[in-house]
């Protein structure tokens, strides 16, 4: 299929993965109701029960619905980007311990400090553990002589397991009341997603897609390796530099607010090379487009499998991405990812 005709599709089926997973749940509302909540002004006469489903869509799904997508988008585009930037296709915000960072600094209000600045208190501990992550690659990488693609995703992995093992110590020594909404938060979900905090989101959404807008062209140059992109007038290290910083902006941001949701940024770009080519002015918006749909469709998958209980979406995606990469690993009868 052509990119427009791909694109297209995702286009579509976004508006009707968004009425299913706003009229799925505890409370089922058909498609219907799920309309007129969405499109009918407010009736001061309306009935008791009508005036219940417009809040549970509009208050409570609608909310979770739009942080699905924001945070399908950003990871799936941050995926792409760090593809890109360390020329390994396993690479991904997971991979390269941002998730990991995000998720330790969220781990130790959960358990250990609690929620002094209110409920900005989460996103802004999981923000600024992923920035330390991020800050802990540029340094590794920098020190071992050099930023090269190699450098890099040794010193993301380093990173992640790193603050992997402080998340496990911060369980252990913080409040063991909280472990299970740890368990449950580490695992990636959707339940934090309210009106008030689905800005930070948008933040990361915003700046990942304005660094995207500005740098394409240099990203597309750092395809051909790092001696043509020198030879165009980009600067190979610097531009690594900015792609860890943005990707790990974006991370924290949905982190915050998500938990920890792997495999979206290691599948999606994968999955639209083919459609979409390798210049990042299509394949980014495009990889945009997938994630999104992807997120919103594993959610409505995790709280349909068990119902009435929720599973973690993270598993879902998980799930998802470990039978990806099996196929992927099997089909290619060349050298090693």
Not at 112 to 118: D, K, P, Q, S
Not at 185 to 214: C, E, K, Q, T, Y
Not at 257 to 264: D, E, N, P, Q, W
Request: charged share 10%.
């Amino acid at each position: 299929m052509k990119s427009w005709q791909v694109n297209a599709a995702l286009t579509a089926s976004l508006p009707v993965l968004l009425v299913l997973s706003l009229g799925f749940g505890g409370a089922s509302i058909d498609v219907p109701e799920v309309l007129r909540s969405l499109f009918q002004a407010t009736d001061s006469n309306a009935e008791v029960s009508n005036a219940a489903q417009r809040a549970i869509v509009l208050d409570l799904r609608m909310p979770r619905v739009l942080l699905a997508m924001l945070v399908g988008a950003c990871l799936a585009m941050a995926g792409a980007l760090l593809q890109t930037a360390t020329r390994n296709d396993l690479a991904d915000p997971f991979l390269f311990g941002l998730s990991s960072g995000a998720a330790s600094g969220a781990v130790a209000v959960i358990s250990i400090t609690g929620e002094y600045f209110g409920i900005w208190t989460l996103p802004l501990a999981s923000f600024v553990g992923g920035l330390v992550a991020a800050a802990g690659v540029l340094l590794l990488a920098q020190r071992s002589a050099g930023l090269g693609a190699e450098r890099i995703v040794l010193a993301g992995l380093a990173m992640s397991f790193l603050f992997s093992a402080v998340t496990h110590i911060l369980v252990f020594a913080g409040d063991q009341r909280a472990a299970h909404s740890i368990l449950f938060w580490s695992l990636g979900g959707l339940g934090l997603a309210r009106w008030d905090n689905l800005p930070l989101a948008l933040l990361g959404f915003v700046a990942l897609a304005l660094f995207i807008a500005l740098r394409h062209r240099a990203l597309d140059a750092l395809l051909a390796g790092d001696e043509v992109a020198h030879s165009l007038g980009v600067k190979p290290q610097q531009l690594r530099t900015q792609v860890l910083i943005a990707t790990a902006l974006a991370t924290a941001c949905c982190v915050a607010l998500s938990g920890v949701i792997g495999f979206v940024g290691l599948m999606v770009p994968h999955l639209m090379r083919n459609s979409a080519g390798l210049l990042h002015a299509k394949l980014i918006p495009a990889c945009g487009l997938l994630g999104a749909a992807l997120l919103l469709g594993s959610d409505l998958l995790a709280r349909s499998a068990m119902a009435p209980q929720e599973l973690p979406v993270g598993i879902v995606t998980a799930s998802i991405g470990a039978a990806f990469v099996i196929g992927l690993l099997w089909k290619r009868k060349g050298p090693a990812l």
